[in-house]
């Protein structure tokens, strides 16, 4: 197989390996996906769990002050019907001030019982909002999971098409060359052949060696960027420069003979003109 036609084939599967790569890393990312919402809706449970267990302490409480509140009014009210049979300034002092510390606590349970009542209140409505979030998000879960699984199908289905088209140009190709081209494309961001122009590879844009440049310019052998390992193929640029040895340009050995009677020549007509100057001054 010329080294045209292997190019031609690099260049191609060059294009299918990116495509496959590029499904390949898509079916790894969908799960990751799936994970992030999982992770959502574990959030949303877990929070709607420790809201829940507040709710109950808050309603505990709520219940309590209601049991103090009524032991409070109770204690009061009892001393009230007790100032009718006093006897006794003493004992009128004593229910007084029995009157006036449980009035203070059902002033304060009440006050307790409010504001747990309100919290209570919050809570509540926080729930039903949590609860419908997760409803909404396990749906859509559900869903996601449905649809996974034909997405994660038809790009493997894509994929095989691939290999398919890849194996058919494989045939020819050198094993270890093929092994190699694959894996420059996967850590190259699917470049795995380029062009020099100018003596500058096209990958890394590095200035290559003038004897390395001609090495792929022959085009006689795969040959690899020593700078960003990709396969290298010649492309002819404006400004390129001639780096081959040309014989036109160099002579040959009659021209040099050529040369030397040229300047017998010469040296033969300044001789002449010497003499003529020095007959010219003896007269």
Known sequence: MVMDEVFDKLRTLQDILSQKIELEQAIQEIPKILTTQEDVLSRLKKSFIEKNQEYDRVKANVAQFKTLLAEAEASRERAERNMDTITTQREYEALDKEIKDATEKEQQYRKDLQREEKNLSVLAEELQSDASMIEAAEKELAERRAGIESEIAEKKAQIEALVQE??????GLDPEVFFKFERIIR?????????IKGGV???????????FANQVRMGEEIVFCPYCSRILFYEESEQEEQDFFNDEDSGSLSDLDDLDMDEEEE???EEDEEDKVDMDYDE
Request: charged letters at 15%; proline letters at 10%.
């Open 201 to 211: 590879c096209n990958g890394c844009h590095m200035i290559l060696p003038a004897q």
């Open 267 to 269: 040296d033969e007509e």
């Open 166 to 171: 890849e194996q058919n140009l494989t045939p």
């Open 187 to 195: 850590n190259k961001m699917g470049l795995g052949i380029v062009p």
